[in-house]
């Protein structure tokens, strides 16, 4: 299986290919729309899957959807993020950090309004659109957070941040379901672990570090 990082801003975006299948790993905001479709109108992507309902990296989604024609999908129970709250701006001091990280700017993140395809849950596949990966269910960032397991490799959005250090992210909806989530990232075992923010780890550089 191919993987490609496709850095926006602060954010990581993958690109997961097997043969002549893509799937699309989280979208960023909109100043990086045409950069993530010049990728993507090149692969025969057919999904994107978000980890998270944050802005900084559901933005393109509903974007992309439409440009490439294919589906969108979340985990379940942050459908109500990206779906019923038109036009939502996150403002003040956490508004700001998110637009900072995120790289779209300081003032506003603004979050799109769409409806996903489908809902992911624990132990779905992305067989059906040519990729040998499961979902995995790692709520506490948000409560349907949600984490992809190609093989070895393990995508986890914003489950955990890798700033300066692997850490549980500033942000978190339910920072007990957070730090279990933690924990079951570091049983997976998995070989490398990728973030939507920061540069990805070896499995093994999580074993003694306190969440």
Known sequence: MRLKIIKCGGVNCYLLSDGGSS???DTATFKYREKLYEVCKRENVRLVVLTHGHPDHTGNAAFLAKELNIPSAIGEGDEELVFGRPGEIKRGLMGKLS???SGAGAETVIQ??????YILSEGDSLKDFGINADIIALPGHTKGSIGIKAG???????AL??????????ICENRADAQKSAE???SLGCDKIYF???KPVEGWELENIKF
């Open 23 to 25: 799937v699309l790993i």
């Open 99 to 101: 637009g900072l990280i």
């Open 112 to 117: 799109p309004v769409f409806l996903p395809a």
């Open 152 to 158: 070895s490799r393990l995508f986890i959005g914003d």
């Open 161 to 170: 941040v890798n700033i300066f250090k692997p850490a549980l992210s500033g």
């Open 184 to 186: 079951r990232i570091r």
């Open 196 to 198: 939507g923010h920061g």
